[in-house]
């Protein structure tokens, strides 16, 4: 499957933007996916996750109440609704998918090493 994550760009404090991931040449529906990001000189960090029916998901706290993940699974597409961005929020975000979608071990869910796909990262930067 390939995954192709747009909707990045620049936005002011506290502003708002909606990352989308485009699935094709697979069924999205079988897959759990994630959202990871990059800050620069950083490490690569988990951000959301949900399951495949979009029944369960699972935020990182720093972003909790702020940041929302969706799916629609008849577009084949997946979400990250981002709002009240912060400057700390800045990073390249990369969407994942995961075929396993055992999402409920916080270890396996934030293990960007068991998502089999990855999109190409779209970039967000936050001014103050």
């Known amino acids: 499957v390939q995954l192709q994550a747009s909707g990045g760009g620049l936005v002011q404090a506290g502003g708002s933007l909606r990352l989308s991931c485009a699935a094709s040449?697979?069924?999205?529906?079988?897959?759990?996916m994630g959202w990871f990001r990059q800050a620069p000189g950083k490490e690569r960090e988990f951000v959301a996750v949900?399951?495949?029916?979009?029944?369960?998901?699972f935020i990182i706290n720093s972003v909790k109440g702020r940041f929302t993940i969706s799916r629609d699974n008849a577009k084949n597409t997946v979400y990250l609704q981002m709002n009240s961005l912060k400057p700390e929020d800045t990073a390249v975000y990369y969407c994942?998918?995961?075929?396993?979608?055992?999402?409920?071990?916080?270890?396996?869910?934030?293990?960007?090493?068991?998502?089999?796909?990855w999109g190409q990262g779209t970039l967000v930067t936050v001014s103050s």
């Open positions: 949900i399951s495949r029916s979009g029944g369960t998901t």
């Open positions: 040449g697979g069924t999205l529906s079988s897959y759990a």
């Open positions: 994942a998918a995961d075929r396993e979608g055992n999402i409920l071990a916080k270890r396996s869910r934030e293990d960007g090493g068991r998502y089999e796909y």
